[in-house]
């Protein structure tokens, strides 16, 4: 069977959230980089973006995810397609979690900043939630992540569609490794806050829990205080409208799931020195009865058993068996010539 880009792609695509630490899943990977390496066809757009939606929840301390990267570097500056804004997204948010201290994921991120400079699209709310989450392992001390958020400052300033609470809340979440000394930090985040700020949509816990752990490592001063403050203001009116027995404002909603209020209460009890350092004394507090109130809500729900805290001891396990069969069938029916 010839080799081509669209079979890459899928079993790339089919790999997402697949632990990248265990031997089994290195030599599939492996493999995958020897048939990214040695395709005859140049890839397409859909192509190299459903292959990197395909890392999503691997690992860069893996060589193998590494190769992948650096192989699809290439593909990317060999592509003369114009990436649609669904590639752009697709391609961002499958590098969440994946270090620009890697030089692999640099020269990935070198490559597709071109693209997004070249993306005739305007992006939606939504792609631009995905592709600001993608970049939560990012560090903008590197000048390629630096390159990235100017190129989307443009493209979230250029879009007209009303942010929903869970783009709110993947955009500032991938805010979470970068500094606010950085200028491109700044801007882009001025550019996303009236976008926050006219959200009309209910918040979940979980879109506020995103939100502030994006904002985490805040240090306010006359030059961004007005961008951040009504930011977190904003997030603690949503924050105030959850009932103390953690059930959301619309009733339709009924009770927060337990993860979701677990989730809150770690990113409050995180974030709550910070917030002491920049808020008025009676804000703070107000933040600090919420994570108390809701850490009450937990503790009775762990009492009573809740389903959550009974699933916490199980985890899946990957199949060994089929990873191996995966790998068998590849080799049987892919050479590596393409």
Known sequence: MTLQGKHIAALLCGLQNIDSSEDEIKSLLSLVFSMIRDCKEILTADNISDSLYGLKGMSSDCSEVLNILSALSLR????????????????????????????????????????????????????????????????????????????????????????????????????????????????????????????????????????????????????????????IDFLHIQAKTFNINGTSPNEESGEIETSELVDLCQTLTFILPELAEILPISEYFSWKRINMNFSDELARRKDCSDQFYKTLRFRSKTDRGSLKRIYDIIQENFDDTG
């Open 76 to 231: 990317i500056r060999n592509c003369n397609e114009e990436f649609t804004a669904q590639n752009l997204s697709d391609a961002f948010y499958g590098l969440q979690g994946l270090s620009s201290d890697k030089p692999e994921m640099r020269a990935l991120l070198t490559e597709l900043s071109l693209k997004v400079h070249s993306c005739g699209e305007d992006l939606n709310a939504q792609e631009i939630g995905k592709i600001m989450y993608g970049l939560k392992g990012m560090r903008s001390n590197n000048s390629e992540v630096r390159d990235v958020l100017l190129a989307l400052t443009n493209k979230i300033l250029s879009c007209k569609e009303e942010f929903k609470a869970e783009d709110v809340g993947n955009s500032l979440y991938g805010l979470q490794g970068l500094s606010r000394n950085c200028s491109e930090v700044n801007d882009i985040l001025s550019a996303l806050s009236p976008k926050v700020l006219s959200c009309k949509e209910n918040f979940t816990a979980r879109n506020v829990s995103n939100a502030l752990y994006g904002l985490h490592g805040i240090k306010c001063n006359r030059n961004n205080n007005s961008i951040y403050l009504p930011i």
